[in-house]
């Protein structure tokens, strides 16, 4: 709950990945075997022209490239396969059945051509990332380390800032200082700065790496005592941690220095609603709220604390807003139908459970 507000859909994607690989790294024998060339023509004899010239040639990826771009992953690999059938050793054939596999996440058969376009051409950055990519993502940051290390360049194809990649292996790996430095570049703060710290600290939060996260912002904060931000990070992990009263000066000293940031307010009333003060939650979410009344999880708190101090209707109108700004929101139609139980509103507070578990059902069942 407290980690979603860092986390960008590209970086979500990513990290299902990781959880659906897990595989063993291929071998060279993995890969499809190459069919022996046929013996050169007597055309080609009498022009001075080989099947090595001919390979020297890279054939036409177009029509592979735009069904992979169509989403249809399947028929760009049956395309290159053909081209593959017709001229084994094709001049970039392993680059783009490489990454065509790459993009359909069947990161075994990835590594393996990829392996073979990095041996034939090691000077093609792109290969080298996409093969260092396809490491990190079926499960093994130590191989891809070396390969991202050489390249930290934005492909396209890849879809992912690398230096961030690399961070995640340094993490993975336990190579926090190599981890600061990578966020740093891909930040563009010098390596050492209280900013490299508290970015290194998000990241580690993020993947629950709590006690080095912990030592990072404080770090951070250290340095910097008025960045913003790092009180908040702080108060987040003590918030976790259920370290309720650490969490509530930390976002005390976050408003001191930052007083503009909605966030704050909506998470130092979540600690105070932990310890039942429901009168300053209350109003500290309703600061939140006019700061930035585009974010649910303002208005599911209010609900819950004023259904807590026995408000009902507004806890009601509370709540229905979150709902209609989220209308598939477990926790918002739960609280609802407690809302409408209190209130003697019997039908309605069983519409809204069945519900809450019909959602909840649903988010439980998604890989």
């Known amino acids: 709950m407290y980690r979603s507000l860092w986390i960008p859909a590209v970086f979500s994607a990513l990290c299902s990945g990781i959880g659906a690989a897990q595989q063993a790294v291929p071998s060279d024998a993995s890969t499809p075997a ?23 040639t890279a054939p036409d990826f177009t029509e592979a490239r735009r069904l992979t771009q169509q989403g249809k992953i399947d028929d760009a690999i049956a395309e290159l396969q053909n081209l593959e059938s017709r001229d084994p050793s094709a001049k970039g054939l392993d680059l783009e059945l490489g990454t065509a596999y790459y993009k359909k996440s069947d990161y075994v058969k990835a590594i393996g051509f990829l392996k073979k376009a990095v041996a034939s051409d090691p000077n093609n950055g792109e290969a080298a990332q996409l093969l260092g990519l396809s490491y990190y993502l079926n499960g093994y940051p130590a191989q891809a380390i070396p390969l991202l290390e050489k390249v930290q360049t934005w492909f396209p194809r890849a879809n992912v800032d690398a230096s961030y990649i690399l961070g995640i292996c340094y993490i993975q790996t336990k190579d926090y ?40 912002a404080q770090k951070a904060a250290a340095l910097d005592p008025t960045l913003p931000l790092a009180h908040f990070l702080l108060g987040e992990l003590y918030l976790y941690k259920s370290r309720v009263p650490e969490a509530i000066a930390e976002f005390q000293k976050e408003l001191a220095i930052n007083p503009g940031n909605a966030a704050t307010y909506y998470k130092l009333a979540d600690a105070y609603s932990r310890v039942q003060k429901f009168e300053d939650a209350e109003r500290l979410l309703q600061r939140s709220i006019w700061l930035d009344a585009t974010s ?25 807003k979150a709902a209609t700004m989220d209308p598939n929101n477990a926790m918002t139609h739960h609280l609802l139908g ?30």
Do not use: C, H, N, W
Request: glycine letters at 4%; a neutral charge.
């Open 338 to 367: 407690q809302a409408y139980r209190d209130m003697g509103k019997k039908e309605e507070a069983e519409t809204e459970l069945k519900l809450a578990e019909q959602l909840q059902t649903q988010q439980d069942s998604r890989p």
């Open 296 to 320: 649910t999880g303002p208005y599911i708190l209010m609900g819950k604390v004023l259904e807590k101090k026995g408000e009902f209707q507004l806890a009601v109108r509370a709540l229905q």
């Open 34 to 56: 190459q069919t022996p060339q046929s013996a050169p023509s007597p055309d080609q004899s009498s022009s001075g022209k080989s099947s090595s010239d001919k390979s020297a």
């Open 177 to 216: 200082p190599q981890s600061r430095k990578a966020f740093a570049k891909m930040f563009d703060v010098a390596p050492d700065s209280a900013a490299s710290y508290l970015f290194t600290a998000r990241m580690l939060f993020r993947r629950e790496f709590d006690p080095v996260a912990e030592e990072y």
